[in-house]
């Protein structure tokens, strides 16, 4: 395979901060000519869905003009589940869910719905990866985002593969969907799951809290913050290992 025809490479997250709160979304783009650009964005009020969607709109806007295979990495499965099955569905009803709703997002939905229709045929994948296992690429681009929402923009990279510290082609070989991360309205499942614990990590050193107010101060207006809710100890442990650190 000449360069010319390696496929361009995205990773893409979102973030709220309350779901609704402030949000943030984070993008990395890396050409077939092994040039990055990193892209990010947020709003004072907004949720994690909004988010997750603004970014894929930013990327493939992007990479618009690119022809080539363009292979989009998130963790979201209410996004790849929306652009490949349900958009189809709610387009067919006039923007309606099966029970009748309107469906929410809808002016984003459809913005993503043109720019998919817009490539060229079997010219974009969607590949699921598991947040906050270490995927450099996931990592990167939701440290991008929670930077936005902390309104606290982060330094975003341009420039040649060579000098970027993110080891970006490292992904896991099975990218398929699980079989039931996501309800029929769209909510993470994650999201409904109790928390474990609740993490931050300020200046290098990391923390577990007990409630997300106690995590919440302790990284509001930290530029270099990050913060999670674990599910479990063993997620717990995973979103750890992905920041390079532990608890003593």
């Not at 947020?42 to 894929?56: I, R, V």
């Not at 970006?168 to 079989?179: M, Q, S």
Request: aromatic fraction near 8%; proline fraction near 5%.
């Amino acid at each position: 395979m000449s360069r010319s025809e390696d496929p361009t490479l995205v990773f893409t997250d979102g973030a709220a901060k309350g779901n609704p709160g402030p949000g943030g979304w984070g993008v990395i783009i890396v050409m077939s000519d092994d040039m990055v650009c990193e892209l990010g964005g947020g709003s004072p009020h907004t949720t994690n869905n909004k988010m997750e969607l603004s970014g894929a709109i930013a990327a493939l806007a992007q990479v618009a003009d690119r022809p080539n295979l363009v292979a989009v990495y998130t963790d979201s499965t209410y996004l790849i589940q929306g652009i490949t099955k349900w958009v189809w569905g709610w387009r067919r009803n006039g923007w309606r869910t099966a029970a009748g709703g309107e469906v929410l997002n809808r002016e984003l939905w459809q913005r993503l719905f043109d720019l998919v229709g817009a490539r060229p045929p079997k010219s974009l994948e969607w590949r699921w990866v598991r947040g906050h296992v270490g995927t450099p690429g996931n990592e990167r681009a939701d440290e991008i985002a929670v930077a936005f929402a902390l309104q606290k923009p982060a330094n975003l990279y341009r420039g040649p593969l060579t000098g970027y510290r993110v080891d970006i082609h490292t992904v896991p070989e099975n990218t398929a969907l699980p079989k039931r991360d996501v309800s029929s309205t769209g909510t993470k499942a994650r999201s409904k799951a109790a928390a474990y614990s609740y993490l931050s990590v300020v200046d290098g050193v990391p923390m577990r809290h007990t409630s997300w107010t106690e995590c919440e101060r302790r990284v509001r207006g930290q530029s270099n913050a990050r913060f999670k809710k674990a599910t479990s100890a063993a997620d717990e442990a995973a979103i750890l290992r992905g920041w390079g650190v532990a608890l003593r």
